[in-house]
Antibody, heavy 121, light 110 residues
């Protein structure tokens, strides 16, 4: 079945970097857009970034633009999120999610269980 | 990028129907038929229940329906059941090729 498994979260100091990974299985990874969505403790969902099926286009929320980079390796069925210059407000559970289409439709039909990122000194 | 506007909470009794609204602008909800709705139970990942304004994924109960008028989308749950108690989020594609979520609505089944 379709499965997404995130990893790479942890405790990191402000200003440092962290890279998240999302291993995909059970579907043709290279045929779908992929997203990162985060949820701060006790708060709502916040969209972070999307990458199209072939990696040709990437878009970001204003809150992370210039600091985060989304990428994918279709040969390894893996999605990444490189997070630099981390801030306390980046503390959240980070989900990877699969789009229903090749590009961006906002219909995310499969989600991982999330990986927790805590930014604190 | 302001979040889409949803009511903080709604409630209903078992068997009743409830509607959750999601208001955006002509640059997101009003401009595209890419509105989705998600159900999230405590400590669980979100689950897609409506996509493209009014379509249900396979396996989602037909008690869930979606619609849109102008810049406002709506999710209706009919025949409320205890298991429907959860947080609900709307989302929309935007004119800048990004995605916006609503602030979320807590549904309480009385």
């Amino acid at each position: 079945q379709v499965q997404l498994v995130e990893s790479g979260g942890g405790l990191v100091q402000p200003g440092r970097s962290l890279r998240l990974s999302c291993a995909a299985s059970g579907f043709t990874f290279s045929s779908y857009g992929m997203h990162w969505v985060r949820q701060a403790p006790g708060k709502g969902l916040e969209w972070v970034a999307v990458i199209w099926y072939d990696g040709s286009n990437k878009y970001y929320a204003d809150s992370v633009k210039g600091r985060f980079t989304i990428s994918r390796d279709n040969s390894e069925n893996t999605l990444y999120l490189q997070m630099n210059s981390l801030r306390a407000e980046d503390t959240a559970l980070y989900y990877c999610a699969k789009d229903r289409q090749l590009v961006t439709t906002a219909g995310l039909d499969c989600w991982g269980q999330g990986t927790l990122v805590t930014v604190s000194s | 990028q302001s979040a889409l506007t949803q009511p903080a909470s709604v409630s209903g009794s078992p068997g009743q129907s409830i509607t959750i609204s999601c208001t955006g602008t002509s640059s997101d909800v009003g401009g595209y038929n890419y509105v989705s709705w998600y159900q999230q139970h405590p400590d669980k990942a979100p689950k897609l229940v409506i996509y493209d304004v009014s379509n249900r994924p396979s396996g989602v109960s037909n008690r869930f329906s979606g619609s849109k008028s102008g810049n406002t989308a709506s999710l209706t749950i009919s025949g409320l059941q205890a298991e429907d108690e959860a947080d609900y989020y709307c989302s929309s594609y935007t004119s800048t090729n990004t995605v916006l979520f609503g602030g979320g609505t807590k549904l309480t089944v009385l």
